[in-house]
């Protein structure tokens, strides 16, 4: 407090609001550490409370677990993460379209392993089709959900300026935008890999498959879970880049599409028209299927460079749009824009 | 500052020969829900002329009502005519209301000229004209010197009397402010106050809109209070604050010897209660306000006491709310 | 005073059209993102052009389609030689060095690409020539010279298919061995022509360009409360939305001009012809800049509208271009399907194929020769390509009629859009 004198000139002073509002009064005072009132010649300084905070941090796992929780429980319910409804019913939509070839495997299980198993059952190809099947899987499906998922999930942040929420809390921006890519991730896996799962499980169950057909198809179901695995990488990657560098909820996602169909599309016109295929390294789809074709062994469609070339053009992708993702995270403004 | 009143270019205004008969704003018995909550409920209301100020606390429906009357909402029930037209069905009589709304975003690729040419066209001016009155409005609100300048770079102060010349620049009849003074800081808050007064001066029918009491009782003296939808008060401050002396009013005194203090100030005529909720603390009951409010400091100072705090809770709008409702804030 | 005030109604109208079309043109061009569409766009069409001017500039191996200019018996006369002057051409004993006087052997370089299609009086129903005369020779009998039974001897017949394809039929040894760099090229040009204009403006850049600029031109200013300011002037809501859209083909409209004549500038220029720059195909271009146009006015008014009526109108937006990708894939291979009648690439693309038919009358024919090959070894390099790009023009009316049925059908979604999109933001709470 301070010396206590008024004069009849003094102004009348809220100081009982600046106390609520730096918070004294509080019951803390005997622990803080206070800072007296000191005269200055152009003003009055309020007396300013400090109250150290002596609880003890949770680690840092727990904090990310946090984050992810939020992210990847508001798919499926209130009280997290507000995912738009459209895009939680497109993603039952995908989810649910995504599991026909299980629902043709259950059907054609009624009929014994006859010409429909051999159309819809697990095969190579099927498996391969599952994963990395241009039409309707990657041309409608999962870059639809891609394009939905990323479309806010950092630009918006900033948008918004809720991003501040997170960076006003112990928490770095890389373990913020880190668990945004995981999530972001799992419910596209939700998407692809959970179905895929289904889809091997069905035709376990519905033909009793034993233990040496699984061991003889183990390996080809593993290279499909690999080749998933770097689709939702490659598309989660140049999302979030996208993301990170726009803002609003429209340019992501277009962009993502604007990305992947273009490329495919002129790739297949060079294709067509003059029979070079080199701008398929330029096509992240094309190279993920080329990449799968490979290490799946189905029919190579790409012939006029080995598969390590898609390999390596795969991996460029993924770190320039990972390097964009970094570098503009550890730089972005925590500011409402 | 004063407006150039035989200006040019009111593209409207030619056609328009004032109705004296049909009042600016009027709205009979309208409400507004949105879905189970009822934003406005049955508001009659008729305004012409001179500075009106609405008060309400956040939430109480003073957006909602300049959503109605700028026709961005549709009313539930009622209607609501401005110039005697349905603002929902006709943009036609905005050619003489200037509107500036609460949003903070602004077109902050613009310079302020841009910005108040650009939609000063939207009246029908020519390219010439516009920028012409476009200069005199941003004049009148005193931002001449950072007229080129992106308003991306103005501060809070700045963009809101950007919005205002935006909304004067085709000398309208009607003016509708949603919380211009929010966020600014006390020098803009006096220029821009000094800009409203001035155009009530000028005749024209100007709706301003706060939850500051105090910032309103300078603009204007005429008020209409808002409160969960509904309107609980309408006419002078004056004569609402006259009345406001009649019901019991807190004053909160912190200081070292407090008891002596009471004692002192128990005589006065208008104390009719004291209490201590701590050891250095009195609250003084009082049913004339003003009065003890003037001669608190000399009772204080010529005895001597030692005191670190006046303050007094009840004096906004929530009391006066407490008062016009009765304790149902 | 009454000088500077609007004459008329219309005045005024006009004057707050131009403010609002001024004002998002320049709200664009403030933008990052819309450099870096368009930037992206003219690199995209860059890098096909690239590989096209490769392609013309590459040289093509010539095929010796008909096998003549291999020397069969190893007597040193290409069999093509042989053949034409009469002698065994599987006997190293017999060959026209034992004529008298003897005559000199061909360099097999001279049999190949020896006889190349007419194309100056081919058209349907005329005849080829057999330049080489290696059909007409003395000992084939007057039936093998007129294998295609016209009562002709030694020429090449065009008919018509039941679909109304052109169906090549020869008598044999007439334009067998077609020139492959010139058909190559030519075939390659015009494929490429279509392919760019089809796929590269009117589907990429007519879908894409919009889809970034113009689905926030009403639904941003909304979620940021801009829009108040503009909906506080005496401005109809309709009004707004076609002047921002006008506002929009202000700067999409020029730059998809621009690009589409900096394209055919470039392919005019190196593409196959007589004198230095390929007029023939500026009424294919005009069809294309005409097809993307109307394109980007029918999508920016679409994705507008969806974004007024949606606050996540890019939901239904990206299907909508889903379907036209599926579209578009439609009219390469089936360009009549009624399905297409419920798009709106399909109508553009109609409207590219009437110029394509209406400049380059011959491509079907183009296509049925290329095919045929010269009646060895399949399909000459490039008519697979042009068969894939160039289709008929789909409505099954003549070119003329076609493009302006199809013109007319674009302008009446884009206005039907337009009215949609206007009585929904009229009827809209804005918050």
Known sequence: MSDGTVNPEAPVKGQARMEVAWGANTGDETEAQAQTAQASTSGEIFEQHYTPWNGTLNPRWMRNWAILRHHVLGIFSKGHRPWSIPTRIFILIIFLAALGDAALTLVSSLFGESELHTIFGVSRDNLYGHVLGFFPRNSLYYPLIAALLVGGVISEDRQHGTSALYFSRPVSRFDYVGMKFIAVALIQSIVVLLTYFLYFLTEILAFGRGWAWMVDVFPMFLAGLVAGVMLIFTYTSIGLSLSSVSRGRFFPGIGLLAILFGTKTMASIVKNLFDREVLYLFSPYDCLAHVGQAIMGTQPTYTQYPWTYSMVALLAMNSLALYVLASRVASMEVTRE | ?329 | MAKSQPTSIWRGLDRKAMAVAEFTFRQQRKRLSTWVVMGVGLLAMTVLTMFYVDAMSRSYEAIDQDGDSFDSDGDGYPDGQERMLGTDLYSSFDHPGLFDPPVAPDDPSVWVNEDDIDWDNLAEGSYGVDDDGDCNVEGRTTSQKDANRNGVACDLVVTSSLFGEPIVNSDGYVDEDPDDEAYAKEASHRAFVLAIGKFGFVFLLGIFVPLFMATGLIRDEMTSGTMHFMLAKPIARSEVFLYRILGFLGLAWPYMVGMIAAVAMVTGLVGPSDGFYRFSDLGVWFAVLLASLFAVLVYSMLFCLLGVMWKHGIVLALPFAAWELGMILTTLGAPDAAILRFSVIGWAMNVVDAGAAMAWTDTGLLVATGMWGGGYGGPLEGAEALNTFASNTGLGLAPLPTMILSLGVLLFQAAGCWLLGGALFKSKEID
């Open chain 2, 1 to 329: 500052m004063m407006p150039d009143m035989t200006q040019e270019g009111k593209a409207a205004k030619g056609a328009w020969t004032p109705d004296l008969s049909v009042p600016t704003v009027y709205l009979n018995a309208v409400s507004k829900s949105y879905g189970r909550i009822h934003a406005l409920s049955n508001i009659t209301l008729g305004l012409s002329g001179g500075v009106t100020g609405i008060l309400g606390l956040n939430g109480a429906g003073k957006s909602t009502l300049f959503k109605l009357l700028m026709g961005k909402i549709r009313p539930s029930a009622g209607e609501v005519r401005i110039f005697g037209e349905d603002p929902w069905k006709n943009p036609a009589p905005y050619a003489r209301v200037g509107f500036v709304p609460e949003h903070e975003k602004m077109h902050d690729w613009m310079t302020a000229l841009e910005f108040v040419s650009t939609f000063a066209r939207l009246h029908g001016m020519s390219k010439s004209q516009a920028k012409k009155e476009a200069v005199r409005v941003l004049d009148f609100v005193g931002l001449t010197e950072v007229a080129d300048k992106e308003i991306g770079q103005f501060s809070k102060g700045m963009r809101q009397r950007t919005k205002i010349a935006h909304a004067l620049v085709n000398d309208p009849d009607l003016i509708v402010l949603d919380e211009p003074l929010q966020g600014c800081d006390p020098l803009a808050r006096t220029t821009i106050m000094n800009v409203i007064r001035e155009l009530g001066k000028m005749g024209r029918t100007v709706l301003v809109s706060s939850h500051i009491l105090s910032e309103i009782e300078r603009i204007t003296e005429q008020i209409i209070i808002v409160h969960h939808g509904k309107l609980v008060a309408l006419g002078n401050l004056h004569a609402i604050r006259e009345r406001l002396d009649q019901i019991p009013h807190t004053i909160r005194l912190v200081g070292k010897d407090i008891k002596a203090l009471a004692k002192d100030i128990l005589d006065h005529p208008a104390v009719f209660g004291l209490s201590f909720p701590s050891n250095n603390e009195l609250l003084i009951q009082t049913y004339h306000f003003g009065q003890l409010h003037a001669e608190l400091p000399r009772i204080v100072v010529e005895n001597g006491h030692q005191i670190s705090e006046i303050d007094n809770p009840d004096d906004d709008l929530e009391s006066l709310l407490v008062y016009l409702t009765g304790g149902s804030v």
